[in-house]
Each structure stands twice: as C-alpha cells, then as structure tokens.
C-alpha cells in the first residue's frame, strides 16, 4: 500500500511539473527595443502626471485636516448640546412635580366647590379678600408653571431635533472623509508590495536591452530561447540553472493570510507564529537578484518599514525560466548572486520590512522579470504573475514544507 503511494505521487508530482504554465509573450531584440521605447515615453509622462497628482494629494490632505476640524467642532456642540437636554430634562421632572404639588392641595382650577368651600370658609370679609388673592395668585403661578413646562417641553424637542441633525452631519463629515483617504490611497504609487520606482523601471528596461545584445541574441530571435540557450551553456556562476526537481514552501510551518488575486494582490502572503521564521527558495535555482525595494511613506498607503528586503531566484522549469520573489525579509541569508541554491538553502528570515502591516511573506511567481536579463517591462512582469499555488500545495495553515 505504501508503495502504491509513493509511486502515485511521484505520478502526480510529474504531472504538476509538466503542467506549470510556461507561456510567456517572445520578443525578439527588435521587438523588446520598440517596446522599451514606447514604454519609457509612457513611464516619463506618467511621472508628469504624479508630479501634477503631489499638488492633488496635498489639497486633499488640506481637506481632510479642515473636515478632521469640523468633525471636532460638531463633536463638542454635540455634547453641549446633550448637556443642555440633560439640564433641561431635570427641569421638567421639577415643574411637573411642582404642578401635581399644586394641583394636589389646591384644585381651584378644576373643583369649584373647593373654591367656595375655601372661600366661603372665611371668619370675616377681609380674610375672604384673603382668601380670593391666594386662590388667584396660586392659579396664575400654576398656570405660569404649566407654560414653563410647555416651554421646556418644546425646547427640548427643539434640542433633540438638533443633535439628530448635528448627528446626520457629523456622519456625513467621516464619510467624505473617508472618501477623501481612498482617493489618497488609490493615487498612491506603491499599490503593489514589490513596485520599482519609475526611474528604476526605466533602467531596468533598458539595461534589458543591453543585456540581451551583450549575450549576442540576434535581432529576430526570441530573447528568451537566447538567453536559456547561452547561459545554460556557459555553466558555472551565474550561468547553468539546475532544472526544478519539486516544489516546497518557503516556511516550514505557518499560515495563508492573503491569497493570490491576480493584479490586485500578484502573490500570496503568509505568516507564522515565529515572525522571524526562517525563509527558503520553493525549488532549485539560481539566485537571481538581491536587492531593497524604493519604498518611502508618500508611495505606501498604509506606512513604511524600511525598505524591503527581496531576494529573487530564478527556476529552470522544463527549459523555460521561472521566477520567484521573496518580500519583506528581515534579513538576507548567506547567499550571492549568481549561488545556486537548493529548496534547503536558507535566503533570509521573515520581516515586516518595506510597505507592510506586520511581519510577513510576500511570495510571487512569474514566467519573466523586469530586472536586467529578466526578459521583460514591469508592465509586462504584472501581466506574467502566476498564482504560486500552482506550484505549490498551499493549505491555510501547515506545520511541514
């Protein structure tokens, strides 16, 4: 039984490695030099416009500090207007004892034997007259009482009405409020975790070009059956890339907290109880790039740690070239440019480092990269990210690679 086991899975395992997707858009150094052309004029007028989008962003700042403002004024009126309801309220609990106190020993207004009993039960006419005052004066102040209770009554229902009101604005305030920070963050220029700064992209893009040229690639062939045909080769550092012989996650145990959501999200992140747990390369490869990311507080919507750390080794996965990054490291391994590396191969410990919330992974696989003898734009890298799961067994949780 154990044997059939083994043999399906190593069926299995054959299976997903001849079923990895490889598709990747061929260029030829003619093609690859026009799209860089093209692309490096869009890039340029693209910083014009972000140097145009600073001037927006501080205005909308302005205006979330005046809302910000007015959200504090109509708080404080808010709690003096409460104040004055409470105030109020006690009154009226006062006036409307006052009136049943009266009402209670003195029934002039609604009894009129009361009355004349009161009044006819004088000794002599002048405590008759007396009487009659009394009578009169405590009726006009029973009466002034109830108009004082009325009065306090609509006022309140005046002040209630008017904190229901402030309450309505105040809503109204934190939600354009929260509408103006969207809009901060969607201007935002590091949407993606792994982002290269435009002045990077346009390098990159170029020193592509040189470095395609320098391999002696001939203007129609394709880029990247030229380079996996030269540097395979060439042998030794930096050039061989051993084939992938089986995948394997990059933590040994841990947990999924974000998954792959193509443009929006280009990798999948995950975490462990040990946040500085050792990270290794999901297969054999070669070790592509070592670098820190540009990330700074005004292209990070939700705040900087530093600049990430990212290793990014590339795979040799049925004679085509695949790439995984790895984001946000605390700290790099022991390992160059150019080291082959095995999927036990320590490349860093796990780090909150760059544009994030806390300590992470952030893992993405692509059949191309933007960085020189990647063989492709930045824009061209978006469109070439593949879910990782589709390498790699990814449950929510695991305690083993």
């Keep these: 039984m154990n044997k ?5 899975f190593l069926i299995a395992l054959f299976i997903s490695v001849v079923a990895l997707p490889t598709d990747i858009e061929a260029k030829t ?26 001037e927006e962003v501080a205005q909308i700042r302005k205006k979330i500090s005046e809302i910000e403002n007015q959200i504090d004024i109509a708080e404080k009126e808010i709690k003096k207007l409460q104040e004055e309801i409470d105030a109020s309220n006690i009154k009226i609990k006062e006036k409307d004892a006052e009136s049943k ?17 009161y009044i006819f039960g004088a000794k002599d006419v002048k405590d008759m007259i007396y009487r009659m005052a009394v009578v009169e004066q405590l009726t006009e102040y029973n009466n002034q009482v109830m108009k004082e209770l009325e009065a306090l009554i609509k006022e309140n229902n005046q002040k209630q009405s008017e904190l229901k009101n402030k309450q309505t604005e105040l809503t109204k305030l934190k939600a354009d409020l929260q509408d103006q920070k969207e809009r901060i963050n969607a201007d935002s220029n590091a949407i993606r975790e792994t982002m290269p700064s435009l002045e990077e992209q346009i390098k990159s893009a170029k ?3 040189s470095y395609y040229k320098s391999l002696g690639c001939g203007s129609t062939e394709d880029i990247q059956s030229c380079q996996f045909r030269v540097e395979q080769s060439r042998g ?8 992938a012989n089986g995948f394997y996650r990059p933590i040994s145990y841990g947990y999924i ?16 109880s040990n946040k500085s747990i050792e990270v290794y390369p ?20 939700y705040g900087c740690n530093g600049r990430a750390k990212v290793v990014k080794i590339r795979h040799n996965v049925n004679g085509r070239y695949i790439y995984s990054t790895y984001a946000h490291l605390s700290s790099f391994g022991n390992i160059s440019e150019g080291m ?15 544009c994030s919330t806390g300590p992470h992974l952030h893992l993405e696989v692509t059949t191309c990269d933007w960085n020189a003898g990647g063989g492709c734009t930045w824009g061209v890298y978006q469109s070439s990210t593949i879910n990782p799961s589709s390498y790699v067994a990814f449950p929510s949780s695991w305690n083993n690679r």
């Design 282 to 301: 999901i297969a054999t490869g070669t070790v592509f790039k070592i670098y820190y990311d540009n990330c700074s507080r005004n292209n990070c919507s």
């Design 257 to 272: 907290t974000q998954y792959y959501r193509g443009s929006a999200h280009m990798g999948i992140d995950m975490s462990s």
């Design 236 to 243: 030794g550092s930096g050039g061989s890339v051993p084939s």
């Design 101 to 117: 106190k009266l009402m209670k020993y003195f029934q002039v207004v609604i009894n009129d034997n009361a009355y004349l009993e």
């Design 207 to 209: 020193a592509n070009v």
């Design 4 to 8: 059939v086991l083994k043999y399906l």
């Design 340 to 354: 082959v590396v095995s999927p036990y191969t320590m490349i860093g410990n796990m780090g909150t480092s760059g």
């Design 29 to 54: 150094i003619q093609e690859f030099e026009n799209e860089v052309a093209k692309y490096t004029s869009q890039l340029q007028e693209k910083k014009n416009k972000l140097a145009k989008n600073d």
